[in-house]
């Protein structure tokens, strides 16, 4: 069954709202919690690290004021995508790690339209 | 840096064929992992095997085989007896050991299996 959880799965929203993406580690309790982002035909590309109770680490050219991050508990992340515009269109797949060879699991992605 | 190289954008297989898909990277680490993630249509990430760089024996599972050769940096996904369902788009990625987890990957090679 899922390990990984993601909500919603896609949202269309206006330019310069907000929009909340939560990720849910269903089965165990994730310490830390990646985020990626994925263009259409591209790669997957990380955006930052979620560390439960500490603050994320982002990853170069990352705007964290733009991108927040809260891992308040062991199975909830959730990524803000705050006064979003069109060029933040994309699809948002967060991960958990698992086991002893630090396997990751992903979530099913979400896919924010910015009109 | 950890840099990931898929030179094969697109590649098409026919059923119950074997196909090799390449991957090389760039490192300077010792310890270190080597996914292959396959993402079908639905854009769910899977893992399809793992290798650790510390092990010679090349990794298998059922259908899937990879060649790992640590000196030339060099890591291709070999699937044999092609099926339909095996149409996805192929991630090869790296992960450093014990420095946060994350993965790096490739660009990506999209896999078509013909009836």
């Known amino acids: 069954g899922a390990v990984v959880s993601q909500h919603p799965s896609w949202v269309i929203c206006k330019s310069g709202t907000s929009v909340k993406i939560e990720c849910r580690s269903l089965?165990?309790?994730?310490?830390?919690m990646f985020w990626y982002r994925q263009f259409p035909k591209q790669s997957l590309m990380l955006m930052a690290t979620?560390?439960?109770?500490?603050?994320?680490?982002?990853e170069q050219g990352v705007e964290k004021d733009k991108f927040l991050i809260n891992h308040a508990s062991l199975t909830l992340s959730t990524l803000t995508v705050t006064s979003a515009h069109p060029e933040d269109s994309s699809f948002y797949i967060c991960?958990?790690?698992?086991?002893?060879?630090?396997?990751?699991?992903f979530g099913p992605g979400t896919r924010l339209t910015v009109l | 840096a950890q840099t990931v190289t898929q030179s094969q954008p697109e590649m098409s297989v026919q059923e119950a064929e074997t196909v090799t898909l390449s991957c090389t990277y760039d490192?300077?680490?010792?310890?270190?992992?080597l996914f292959w993630y396959k993402q079908p249509p639905s854009r769910q990430m899977i893992l399809v095997i793992r290798?650790?760089?510390?092990?010679?024996q090349n990794a298998t599972e059922n259908r899937f085989s990879v060649n790992f050769q640590k000196a030339a940096k060099s890591f291709s996904l070999k699937i044999s007896d092609s099926q339909l369902g095996d149409t996805a788009m192929y991630f090869c990625?790296?992960?450093?050991?014990?420095?946060?987890?994350?993965?790096?990957f490739g660009k990506g090679t999209s896999l078509l299996v013909t009836p």
């Open positions: 991960s958990v790690i698992r086991g002893i060879y630090n396997e990751q699991f």
């Open positions: 089965d165990f309790q994730a310490t830390t």
């Open positions: 979620s560390n439960e109770g500490s603050k994320a680490t982002y």
């Open positions: 490192t300077s680490e010792n310890n270190y992992y």
């Open positions: 290798q650790e760089a510390y092990k010679q």
């Open positions: 990625a790296f992960m450093k050991v014990h420095s946060g987890y994350a993965l790096n």
